[in-house]
T-cell receptor
């Protein structure tokens, strides 16, 4: 069946270092892969997405890499800051219109000052 | 603040009672989604609307759950005869669907339901 999952449940990073959060997916039919950030007491917040025909996409301090050969997605955060501490979810959807988003279980990122 | 509001933020109810949650999306957004999230897990899709039409319902949405969006603006999610397994965070999201392009979903803060 469809599933999106993460390799590591927790990640601790020193402030200023780069963070890499990984995700494995099983549904090759996904059209978009998305990263969300969820802070305590808040709903998920869109960070960046990547279309399935792309390998890399960059945003502000974030880069998403997609390796379709091994069905692997990663989120790189440059110069990690305390405000980056949150749970990060990879997710997938089909079609151009995000009909429904299927989330993975999440990785908790802790930034050590 | 994403512009999506949910009410109430917290709800404690006894098993067997009915509860209703409200979501107010971003005003120009024509799509509205409901998700459920349990502790330590990612949100699970429940249902979504385009304007007032309910276009998809998850198998997770049992007969005790009903969602409406009568005028294509705010939405309500009702759970009848609540069970302890219904305890979760109920998230609402909205997006603007246009021909072509991607439609980022903006999430509200959620309603935390506790069934005792």
């Amino acid at each position: 069946g469809e599933s999106v999952g993460l390799h590591l449940p927790t990640l601790s990073v020193q402030e200023g270092d780069n963070s890499i959060i990984n995700c494995a997916y099983s549904n090759s039919a996904s059209d978009y892969f998305i990263w969300y950030k969820q802070e305590s007491g808040k709903g998920p917040q869109f960070i960046i997405d990547i279309r399935s025909n792309m390998d890399k996409r960059q945003g502000q301090r974030v880069t998403v890499l997609l390796n379709k050969t091994v069905k692997h997605l990663s989120l790189q955060i440059a110069a990690t800051q305390p405000g980056d501490s949150a749970v990060y979810f990879c997710a997938e959807t089909r079609g151009t219109s995000y009909d429904k988003v299927i989330f993975g279980p999440g990785t908790s990122l802790s930034v050590i000052p | 603040d994403t512009g999506v509001s949910q009410d109430p933020r917290h709800k404690i109810t006894k098993r067997g009672q009915n509860v209703t949650f409200r979501c107010d999306p971003i005003s120009e957004h024509n799509r509205l989604y409901w998700y459920r999230q349990t502790l330590g897990q990612g949100p699970e899709f429940l249902t979504y609307f385009q304007n007032e039409a309910q276009l998809e319902k998850s198998r997770l949405l049992s007969d005790r759950f009903s969602a409406e969006r009568p005028k294509g603006s705010f939405s309500t999610l009702e759970i009848q005869r609540t069970e302890q397994g219904d305890s979760a965070m109920y998230l609402c999201a909205s997006s603007l669907a246009l021909a072509g392009g991607t439609y980022e979903q903006y999430f509200g803060p959620g309603t935390r339901l506790t069934v005792t």
